[in-house]
């Protein structure tokens, strides 16, 4: 089982930056896919980015603002957020791997 712990996010206005982190429980570097979603209140989670093979895909609604990244060294996957829209808040999580448990996740609120 691999879980992740989630950090980074925060309160900015829109057009702002952020840059999320996801920091793993073991080795990451022989993971196929790694992914991340994100859940707006009263709504389910969603797909954001994923890592597939190393060539990241995006959801319509970030691509060209959001990028996905892996720092294998550092068991760390990332996500730059560029452009940030009010419609981007929400909880923002890693997908555990092998039956591991959901981290808290990490707020991001667009809002000004």
């Known amino acids: 089982q691999v879980t992740f712990v989630e950090s980074g996010g925060g309160l900015v206005q829109p057009g702002g930056s952020l840059r999320l982190s996801c920091t793993a429980s073991?080795?990451?570097?022989?993971?196929?896919?790694l992914d991340w979603y994100r859940q707006a209140p009263g709504q389910e989670r969603n797909l954001v980015a994923s890592?597939?093979?190393?060539?990241?895909t995006y959801h319509y609604s970030v691509k060209g603002r959001f990028i996905m990244s892996t720092d294998n060294a550092k068991n760390t996957v990332y996500l730059q957020m560029n452009n940030l829209k009010p419609e981007d808040t929400a909880i923002y999580y890693c997908?555990?791997?092998?039956?591991?448990?959901w981290g808290q996740g990490t707020q991001v609120t667009v809002s000004g």
């Open positions: 997908e555990p791997l092998n039956g591991g448990a």
């Open positions: 073991e080795d990451i570097s022989g993971v196929y896919r």
């Open positions: 890592l597939i093979g190393g060539s990241p």
